[in-house]
């Protein structure tokens, strides 16, 4: 890393969404660097929330229970912040498409009430957002980098894309940094596998580990950017830490295109057992699928220094060592 993430110490951060997938591993890390931490997270279903995602730093974290909605609960919080990492979101694409509402809520209403907070309560602060390869939509050339059109094929995409240009748009306007992480499909540890709606390389594992057979929809050669959620915790925290990435987009993955059924052969080979069958696409699924996708990292490794370091095969074997550890606490309802 060009700045140390040791830079991180004693710092203020907020995390929307911190009860989340992502949200929470960058929660453990930012606990581990010595940050004082607040999540701000609305718990609500289908969603990844999960106290479990923060058992081992549970009181070393302050939980506020609030919804990026709310902008009277949202704005005080937002006073005092050193970093915002801006995780909370409607993250279903076909959710998006049955509920634009929600979706328009959530994503775009959601990140306006975080940008005017910051405008009226704390302009010092400096937030990541966190973006989504969605916003692209089906790749013109190969691999995708920052300029490459956005064109997305679902709501969530377009909101998405939507809420980036509001926070940048702000961040430019008030004098706040901003940057916004296109991320691709991240797997690991702290993904809910409780349904298939995202996260779909966590859903396969759960899948194979109770021998039920994984469904492949079409051809199965479609391509995907898997990214370990090890490296995009580091992704946001070199952004959090480096100056250079300020008022900027990364598109953030490994670079490295891998068949959707070369993916599921290495979930099957890290749990040992299971199966996998062809089925059609059902339509609302095809109508918004993308053929191929992979990016290139050249500007973020160029200005933080960050590398996507786990590969697939070792990245699905810690994953799969994760959820035979602690496999209750991610299938058991949750209640609050
Ligand atoms: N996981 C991926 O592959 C991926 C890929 C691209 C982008 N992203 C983005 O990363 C972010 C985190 O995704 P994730 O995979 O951790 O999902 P997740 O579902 O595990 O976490 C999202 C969290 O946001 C919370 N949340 C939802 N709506 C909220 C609201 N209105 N107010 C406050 N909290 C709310 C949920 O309760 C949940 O804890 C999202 O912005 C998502 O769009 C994720």
Redesign the pocket.
Known sequence: MKVPLTELKGKKALI??G?????SNIAQQLVALGARVTI?????DP???NDANIAEIAGEVEVIR????DYEKLAPLVKQQEIIFH?????GREISMSDPQLDTD?NCT?TLNLCRAIEKNNRDVKVIY?????QIGEPIYLPVDEDHPTLPTDIYGIN?LAAEKYLLLYGKVYGFDAVSLR????YGPR??MRHCF??ILNWFIRNAMENKPITVYGDGLQTRDYIHVDDVVRAFLAAAVNPAANGNIYMIGTGVETKFLDMVEQVLKAVGQGSYIHVPFPPERESIDIRKFVVTCRRMIKDTGWQPQVDLADGVEQTVQFYRRRHKEYLTPIAR
């Open positions: 929307t969404g009860l989340g997938f992502i949200g701000y997270d609305a718990c609500l969603y990844g929330w609030g919804d990026v909605r995780m909370a979101a409607q993250v959530i959601g966190a973006g989504s390869r969605g998405k991320l691709n499909n991240v993904c809910q995202y996260g």
